[in-house]
């Protein structure tokens, strides 16, 4: 699972590593708070489904309502 945050186009299309890494974290925590799940839990830990939910695309980065700058694809 973690494996497939190393693709390059998931990273790319949230603007990078780090907004990647905190969108997931974000998550995490939510669920481990006892957040629903918006996709089925299938017998994974939080953080696998936090993964999961930015892979099946449940998730992103809300650009309009932070700070952070949105990639150039993202623009388009």
């Known amino acids: 699972m ?3 945050l190393k693709n390059d186009a998931i ?3 949230l603007g990078g590593r780090f907004k990647l ?3 997931v974290q974000q998550r995490w925590k939510e669920l481990m708070e006892g957040a629903r799940p918006l996709i089925e839990r299938e017998g994974r ?3 696998e489904l ?7 695309e449940k998730i ?5 309502a ?6 150039s694809d993202a623009l388009h």
Do not use: R
């Not at 936090?50 to 099946?56: D, K, Q, R």
């Open 66 to 71: 932070s700070d952070l700058t949105p990639p």
């Open 45 to 47: 830990s939080d953080l």
């Open 2 to 4: 973690i494996e497939a």
């Open 21 to 23: 890494t905190s969108l």
């Open 60 to 64: 992103a980065v809300d650009f309009d």
């Open 50 to 56: 936090a993964i999961a939910e930015v892979l099946a």
């Open 11 to 13: 990273v790319d299309k």
